[in-house]
Structures are given as structure tokens and as C-alpha cells.
């Protein structure tokens, strides 16, 4: 098992900047691969970017491209999200969560998940 915390939320105005981070502990953190999914009031969580066991393919929601980053240091069992440009409606909670074997897009698909952090942009 993996035991999964994210930090780095908070309050921005839009166009500013935050990075997320997301500290595993456990099992090997590179037996997983990683995704950030996130979930807004009244929304459905939804995929935001995943990210391979070895950090060497990375995809996207459209809506993100561009402007988000994430990347994973296995030797610190660390995964982050650099978010830049934001707008309003990136407004949610964002999770990281971990699965065994590949990279898949779906909620469903992956096994561990963390508490969550809010991020908030205003306008």
C-alpha cells in the first residue's frame, strides 16, 4: 500500500501560480504510476494529469495543456503539480492518487488516494 499526502493549496488570484505536492510513503513509489484528478463544487473529480512510474510520459487534460506541469522525483517519493496561468475555473480540490501498473485516465482505475488540498483563484 501507499499512503498519499497533498499540500501547496491555497488562495491566488487568477494568472498567479501555485505548485502542488503530493508525499508518499509505503511502498515503493516507483511502482505506481500517478495522476492529479481534481473536483469542483457541484462536479464530477476529474482527470487532470497523470504521470508514468518513471516519470517518462506525461498526459494532460485539454484544459490544463500548456499550463500545467507535473513531474515526479521517485529518490524523494514526491509528485508535483506546477500550475501557471490559472484561471477561476480551475478552482477545486485537487487529489493525487496512485495505481499499480499503467498510466490510465480514469477515477476508477486508481487504488490510493490523498485527503485533498483546495485551490482557490479569484478573479
Known amino acids: 500500500q501507499v499512503q498519499l499526502v497533498e499540500s501547496g493549496g491555497g488562495l491566488v488570484q487568477a494568472g498567479g501560480s501555485l505548485t502542488l505536492s503530493c508525499a508518499a510513503s509505503?511502498?515503493?513509489?516507483?511502482?505506481?504510476?500517478m495522476g492529479w484528478f481534481r473536483q469542483a463544487p457541484g462536479k464530477e473529480r476529474e482527470f487532470v494529469a497523470g504521470?508514468?512510474?518513471?516519470?517518462?510520459?506525461?498526459y494532460y487534460a485539454d484544459s490544463v495543456k500548456g499550463r500545467f506541469t507535473m513531474s515526479r522525483d521517485n529518490a524523494k517519493n514526491t509528485l508535483y503539480l506546477q500550475m501557471s496561468s490559472l484561471k477561476p475555473e480551475d478552482t477545486a480540490v485537487y487529489f493525487c492518487?496512485?495505481?499499480?501498473?499503467?498510466?490510465?485516465?480514469?477515477?476508477?482505475?486508481?487504488?490510493?488516494w490523498g485527503q485533498g488540498t483546495q485551490v482557490t483563484v479569484s478573479s
Open positions: 492518487a496512485a495505481r499499480v501498473g499503467g498510466l490510465y485516465f480514469q477515477v476508477a482505475q486508481y487504488e490510493y
Open positions: 509505503g511502498r515503493t513509489f516507483s511502482s505506481y504510476s
Open positions: 504521470i508514468s512510474r518513471f516519470g517518462g510520459a506525461t
